[in-house]
């Protein structure tokens, strides 16, 4: 059974860089078959896709946290990562990574991520001084 | 961007009664569409995909419909542990840009 466990810092302080870890086990991140994925979700609020990376290092981001985002991989520790600059309380969520499926149909030159299935349990970062 | 718009917000609904919930987009997404539902202090978890097929170990009473921008979730007849924020989201852009609605929660009547 797949299982996503993130780690990483519980407070940064702002401008700093918030960085987290996803270890993947009972499975390989290096499948062909899968993207893996970070969302966040701010307390009490709802759902948002922070970006996405396929084994070989191809990644795609949400536009509005491209210019402040890095996802990467790690295939001999079968972990991703995730790094985000210059935060602000505004980032104070809990970070969830999850799998993905991946599509073809509508996706120019290859194939794109899809769905979310597994997620972690999610970790809360709180960006304060 | 493709903005997902649920409705409504809170749905009061009594055990063993049926809830629908309805999720539009602002542009056609096909059927590229799927549901999640999620406990308080919980991950989210995966109901629903290509907008009407259910996911591994998910219950019949579960179903999903729609394509284009209009889609609903129905729960023929709502069990205790069916409480919770539904969510839907797209995969439907190339270059991709996955977004979600603000969900829908599902309290008890």
């Known amino acids: 059974q797949l299982q996503l466990q993130e780690s990483g810092p519980g407070l940064v302080k702002p401008s700093e860089t918030l960085s987290l870890t996803c270890t993947v086990s009972?499975?390989?991140?290096?499948?062909?078959?899968?993207?893996w994925g970070w969302i966040r979700q701010p307390p009490g609020k709802g759902l948002e896709w922070i970006g996405s990376i396929y084994y070989s290092g191809s990644t795609y981001y949400n536009p509005s946290l491209k210019s402040r985002v890095t996802i990467s991989v790690d295939t001999s520790k079968n972990q991703f990562s995730l790094k985000l600059s210059s935060v602000t309380a505004a980032d104070t969520a809990v970070y969830y990574c999850?799998?993905?499926?991946?599509?073809?149909?509508?996706?120019?030159?290859?194939?794109?991520?899809?769905?979310?299935?597994?997620w972690g349990q999610g970790t809360l970062v709180t960006v304060s001084s | 961007e493709i903005v997902m718009t649920q409705s409504p917000a809170t749905l009061s609904v009594s055990p063993g009664e049926r809830a629908t919930l309805s999720c539009r987009a602002s542009q056609s997404v096909s059927s590229n569409l799927a549901w999640y539902q999620q406990k308080p202090g919980q991950a989210p978890r995966l109901l629903i995909y290509?907008?009407?097929t259910r996911a591994t170990g998910i219950p019949a009473r579960f179903s999903g419909s729609g394509s284009g921008t209009e889609f609903t979730l129905t729960i023929s007849s709502l069990q205790s542990e069916d409480f919770a924020v539904y969510y839907c989201?797209?995969?439907?852009?190339?270059?991709?840009?996955?977004?979600f609605g603000g969900g829908t929660k599902v309290e008890i009547k």
């Open positions: 009972g499975g390989s991140i290096s499948s062909s078959s899968y993207y």
């Open positions: 290509g907008a009407s």
């Open positions: 999850a799998r993905q499926g991946q599509s073809i149909g509508y996706c120019s030159g290859g194939s794109c991520p899809n769905w979310f299935d597994p």
């Open positions: 989201q797209q995969y439907n852009n190339w270059p991709p840009r996955l977004t």
